[in-house]
């Protein structure tokens, strides 16, 4: 069974989750406090250029198919992972109705660079082209069904952080008149909420199937 | 199973339509008024205890009856004769500017007379606060009357009725005075009997700019030399007019303006000439308008009407005109009644307004704010039963002033106390030798007077008429119910369905525990529901619709993508791809595509539904409250007119490409078929035409060629409609060809080419035509959209026709309605009544009539929920019925509700399930502070949607049924010859 070899453990997960997470903080560190909202697009670029090595580096060493590909094929994978999750990232948001004026440019930029390291990045590191693997992370049935920790391990983040940001969506069109409320400030806001339950969702279904998994070969 | 859901619906539907008119019943009731007229006790205190209101003195003559109540008010009338001047749609800042600022210079210039007036002090000049909703009839009443009439006037905008409450112009008829009428016909209808001459125009004849004012002009010389009557009203409508067609800039509006300010000039030359100067005119309009010229709704650019008086009261020797002084609309009914000397109208809640008294002296004003308090003081006690003002009196001295705390019955007390004991003392220093002294008393009279009537005023304006509650909570108990039969009815089909279909299908993709696509429907309702509590979401409800429309989209297109991986993975895909090609008729089978073209086309379909949606969503971006954000529709409106009607025409010519390739997938290409798209083409060049002559006449008032193409045009489409209605199951062949050769028998599968055929074509005739049609209605900007919901309809179809097992139909069927409430919002609809497209109501209809200008108003309106439906049509004709296959031999009521009872049922399910919680949501918000501007609109679009969805499941049912049947009679038929 290839799930034998490929296997990571329990802790290699979480210690890749409090790397990446440590990414988010140091960028939320140099921003310093409310940045995002007084100039998301400094706030969001600092995000993406402190979380892009860490999570590149941390899901390519974590890669499946570790004979066949080396590191550095890996990383590979992850740069070019970037740009193309950050135009798919793109392409939902606009079209779920995010501004395309000229002043929203580079902030969306930014932004979908940023989802595509929450969401498409740690894919296209760990899996690459393995078909199945996708249909795995486009599909919720990993909630039902007990596979790999690896899927775990993507998918409730990148779920996660898709979800929160359409939820993180909902607020705009209240007459708050808060500055948060712009574009794309509370998506922001809502993908990493969502990213950081989705980790820990991911840690402790990791942590349920290992107990199965224990289980049944006792 | 069928006749038993149809028996639950139509119970559900009736349950629902009873729950719904109890409701309109209860909430928007008829304003409880004081019955009668003010008579002379409106000139004495108002005694406490029971009111009044039965007793009747007998009427006396004219004359006598002027004299009593001259001599009982103590003060000789100001004027002898009012000449009332509406200029229908005027907002006050075209004269009076915004902000302590004068308006623009343009404007000060096309009025030239009025400013010269203003800027002489001969005229006093109010911002008068026009009360929702801004149209033209409730507004007249509110003038004349002083009161505000219940929320429902709106819809008896459009059918007029005689005022029966007690105002200012039967006040002054019944003092015998001769009373004269030119302009709005509202006016004739609203007093039938009153005017002794009088020339009516109709209001609702909108592109007419020039006809309507010469129409009142024209009568001008000879009325203001005739002596014979005292109040003359003119009623002008041409302002509004220009407004409705080109918006607050219009070319046209400064030399209407222009026109307006020759008439005040010509007036006022004549009323100075007048003996003794006993002539009040006075200048008002109705209500204001939006940037974009419509009006009936509650912004400040609407409610911002005019009041403008001019008459020897007024001058003074300093004045700032441009001070933005505030006033109510309903202010004018004191006022004139109190200036004219006639008792002020029973239920009155205006405030005789100061800058009009100027001529007056001191003891005359208090008399005046004395007889209007005195009146509003009968109208609270009609409000709160136990209101005495000896009371009042009485219990002031025991009182500790602390009015924070009391209740408003108390502060209303107190402050009239106030008002009467220092005009008492006022009354008291009469005789006062020090000047000062005396005016001292008499500004702290005047203050306490005022400050009073204006807390009387806004607490009787505001007050909340009582709704019966227990009415309106069974009016809500029969909506759930019905709720609950649809819901229970769809349960129970779709428990039935899933059972019958575990055993066919036990391995396909449809048997996952839960799909995204039905969570997020499940969830997205639950939201919406939830969204319609804050006044916000109902103002911007457009984000929400165009939200959810997108993510169901999104998700269908993770849902192709997944299963197009899962497809290329071999062992898994032949399953799936085996099923689609037994017996379908679908755009996919018409151009025998493989499987790989297949996945490219499923994806172009999304795509393109989620692009145009975009589109469609940036065409019109604000709702109510962020109107002036930049889109395309204003950035079109700016530029030239050949754009727009460039646009108009490629997005016409795309239609009629659209449906003529969606023809060609027919593979029958009999002559029936060219024929009916050769009545398309004409159609489509008929629009062509009124597309270009209307480009010219825009700025002419009627062009008749115009009317008659677009009449042409709905002869031509409603008899090419029925007749493909009617015709089309008659001319398909009941088997298909290749099926009747390979197996002479009548199996079911064949059988039901031939129904799909003529659905088919009925179906994508009905989307095609409304399309046109409504590229006739709607205003020129909204062109493409309309074609892009027109593609989106199409596009979706071919998607689900593409692959079957993706989606449960009946998650088809909701995409389907999202995509209607998205467009809805698209083309520039919001929840206002101010959205409502007043000028395409006449397109080509020659004399007015109220039901033809409401049913092509209620079609512009909901030009995109209705594509929607009759998309369905041809989405039905698409959708495969899977197990026929399994019946032994031909049963056409199964197929019959295989194919419409989910269509049918959810489009109703969900406008319940939207109906009943909105329902819900006002009553709980029944004391909002936006429950008239908000919440009250927004429920009359929520009724007028479920008109919509009745027409559109109607039409659906009624097209299903009607081919059924007839594909039975010919299969009977056919059986018969051929034994
Ligand atoms: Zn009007
Ligand atoms: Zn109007």
């Known amino acids: 069974m290839r799930a034998e070899f490929s296997q990571i453990s329990a802790l290699t997960a979480a210690a890749a989750h409090v790397l990446c997470f440590a990414g988010l903080a140091a960028a939320h560190a140099l921003a310093g406090r409310g940045a995002l909202v007084s100039d998301p697009a400094l706030a969001l670029r600092l995000v993406v250029v402190c979380e892009a090595p860490i999570v590149i580096a941390v899901f390519s060493y974590l890669r499946r198919d570790t004979q066949s590909c080396s590191f550095f094929k890996a990383v590979a994978r992850g740069l070019i992972g970037l740009p193309v999750g950050a135009f798919l990232n793109a392409f939902g948001a606009i079209v779920l109705g995010a501004p395309v004026g000229i002043k929203y440019w580079i902030a969306t930029i930014y932004w979908s660079l940023a989802m595509s390291l929450l969401t498409f990045v740690p894919a296209a590191c760990v899996f690459g082209t393995s078909k199945i693997d996708w249909q795995n992370v486009l599909s919720h049935s990993i909630y039902f069904t007990p596979i790999d920790v690896e899927n775990y391990m993507i998918s409730a983040p990148c779920h996660g952080a898709v979800l929160g940001a359409w939820l993180g969506a909902w607020p705009m069109p209240l007459d708050w008149e808060r500055p948060w409320q712009e574009w794309p400030i509370c998506v922001t806001y809502g993908a990493v909420a969502g990213y950081l339950v989705g980790m820990s969702v991911s840690l402790v279904l990791i942590a349920v199937h290992k107990r199965r998994v224990r289980a049944k070969t006792d | 199973m069928g006749a038993a859901v149809a028996g639950w619906t139509v119970a559900a539907v009736l349950l629902q339509v009873a729950g719904l008119s109890l409701f309109l019943y209860g909430f928007f009731p008829v304003k409880p008024t004081l019955r009668g007229f003010s008579g002379e006790e409106s000139y004495q205190v108002p005694s406490c205890g029971s009111v009044s209101a039965g007793q009747q003195e007998p009427a006396l003559p004219p004359d006598q009856l002027r004299s009593l109540y001259r001599e009982l008010s103590g003060i000789p009338p100001v004027y002898d004769r009012l000449v009332l001047m509406v200029i229908d749609g005027l907002p006050a800042e075209f004269v009076l500017g915004r902000g302590r600022k004068p308006p623009s210079k343009e404007m000060m210039e096309s009025m030239p007379y009025t400013q010269s007036l203003l800027a002489g002090c001969k005229a006093a000049a109010y911002h008068a606060k026009a009360a929702p909703p801004t149209v033209t009839m409730p507004r007249l009443k509110a003038m004349v009357s002083g009161a505000i009439g219940g929320f429902l006037d709106v819809a008896f905008n459009f059918n007029t009725q005689a005022f029966l409450e007690d105002n200012l112009l039967d006040q002054l008829h019944m003092i015998g005075l001769k009373l004269v009428m030119l302009g709005d016909e509202t006016w004739i209808k609203l007093f039938p009997t009153l005017f002794t001459r009088q020339d009516g125009v109709s209001s609702f004849y909108v592109k007419d700019t020039v006809e309507v004012d010469f129409n009142v002009s024209r009568h001008l010389e000879f009325e203001l030399a005739a002596k014979d009557w005292s109040v003359l009203v003119l009623h002008y409508l041409g302002l509004d007019h220009v407004g409705h067609i080109g918006g607050r800039r219009s070319v046209l509006m400064t030399q209407k303006m222009k026109e307006m300010d020759d008439v005040i000039r010509r007036v006022h030359a004549a009323s100075l000439l007048d003996n003794m100067n006993r002539t009040l005119f006075v200048v008002v309009s109705d209500h204001g308008m939006t940037e974009g010229g419509n009006h009936g709704g509650s912004s400040y650019e609407e409610t911002d009407s005019l009041a403008l008086f001019i008459g020897h009261s007024v001058e003074s020797p300093y004045c700032s005109p441009y001070d933005q002084n505030e006033a109510l609309q309903v202010d004018l009914a004191p006022t004139l009644a109190l200036l004219l000397g006639v008792p002020i109208p029973k239920n009155n809640f205006g405030v005789v307004l100061p800058e009009p008294l100027n001529s007056l002296t001191d003891d005359q004003k208090l008399r005046m704010l004395e007889l209007n308090s005195w009146q509003i003081l009968r109208l609270l006690q009609a409000q709160v039963p136990a209101f005495c003002l000896e009371e009042c009196i009485n219990s002031e001295g025991s009182i500790v002033l602390d009015i924070l705390h009391e209740s408003i019955e108390k502060k209303l007390c107190h402050l009239l106390s106030k008002a009467f004991s220092s005009h008492q003392s006022s009354r008291l220093h009469r005789g006062s030798d020090f000047k000062s002294v005396q005016a001292g008393y008499y500004g702290t009279a005047a203050d306490n007077y005022y400050g009073f009537l204006r807390y009387a005023s806004e607490w009787l304006s505001h007050r909340a008429t009582d709704k019966p509650l227990y009415l309106l ?92 991986l899962k497809g290329s ?108 798209w050769l009545t398309h083409i004409f159609c489509g060049f008929l629009v062509l035409l009124h597309i270009c002559a209307n480009q010219i006449s825009t700025s002419l008032p009627i062009n008749h060629s115009t009317a008659s193409i677009a009449r042409q045009f709905y002869v031509i489409a409603s008899v090419s409609i029925s007749a493909t209605v009617l015709a089309s199951p008659w001319v398909f062949p009941i088997f298909s060809t290749e099926a009747e050769s390979a197996s002479s028998g009548s199996s079911p599968v064949k059988a039901i080419h031939g129904i799909r055929n003529s659905l088919f074509l009925t179906g994508i005739t009905y989307t095609a035509f409304w399309g046109l049609l409504q590229l006739l209605l709607q205003q020129p900007i909204n062109a493409i959209p309309l074609f892009l919901i027109f593609l989106q309809t199409v596009s979706s179809v071919v998607h689900f026709s593409l692959d079957k097992t993706l989606h449960k139909q009946w998650v088809q069927v909701v995409a389907m309605q999202f995509l209607g409430m998205a467009g809805h919002f698209g083309l520039g609809n919001t929840n206002s009544l101010a959205s409502i497209d007043v000028a395409g109501a006449f397109i080509g209809i020659s004399s007015y009539s109220t039901v033809l200008s409401g049913i092509l108003m209620f079609m512009i309106t909901y030009a995109s929920p209705l594509m929607l439906y009759l998309g369905l049509v041809l989405h039905v004709s698409v959708k495969d019925i899977d197990d026929i296959s399994t019946l032994r031999h031909l049963k056409w009521s199964y197929i019959l509700d295989k194919m419409v009872t989910l269509p049918c049922l959810f489009p109703l399910l969900i406008n319940s399930l939207a109906l009943t919680s909105y329902t819900i949501v006002l009553l709980l918000m029944r004391n909002h502070l936006f429950v008239w501007s908000v919440f009250s609109p927004k429920y009359l679009y929520v009724c007028a949607a479920t008109v919509c969805t009745y027409v559109g499941v109607f039409v659906i049912a009624m097209t299903a049924v009607y081919n059924c049947a007839v594909f039975k009679f010919r299969a009977r038929s056919y059986r018969d010859k051929s034994q």
């Open chain 2, 473 to 564: 909570v069974s009016a809500i108990l029969l909506m759930t119910v019905s709720c609950l039969f649809l819901m229970s009815t769809v349960s129970c089909l779709l428990k039935g369905r899933s059972l019958s279909q575990v055993d066919q299908h036990s391995e396909s993709y449809l048997d996952q525990r839960c799909h995204l696509d039905e969570v997020l429907v499940l969830a997205g309702m639950f939201l919406y529901v939830i969204s319609l509590g804050s006044s916000s979401f109902v103002e911007e409800e457009q984000y929400t619709w165009h939200f959810l429309t997108s993510t169901l989209y999104l998700i269908f297109l993770t849902k192709a993508i997944h299963s197009m």
């Open chain 2, 569 to 676: 993975n071999p062992t898994l895909g032949h399953k799936a791809e085996e099923s689609f090609d037994k017996s379908n008729f679908s755009y996919a089978t018409s151009f025998e595509l493989t499987p790989g073209k297949r996945n490219v086309y499923k994806l172009c379909t999304i795509l393109i539904v989620l692009v145009a949606g975009r589109v469609i969503r940036a065409w019109h971006q604000g709702g109510i409250n962020w109107v002036h954000f930049p889109d395309i529709s204003k950035l079109l409106a700016q530029a030239d007119s050949s754009v727009v009607k460039s646009l108009q025409i490629i997005s016409f010519l795309a239609v009629v490409v659209l449906f003529s390739v969606s023809l060609t997938l027919l593979r029958a290409r009999s002559k029936f078929v060219i024929g009916v």
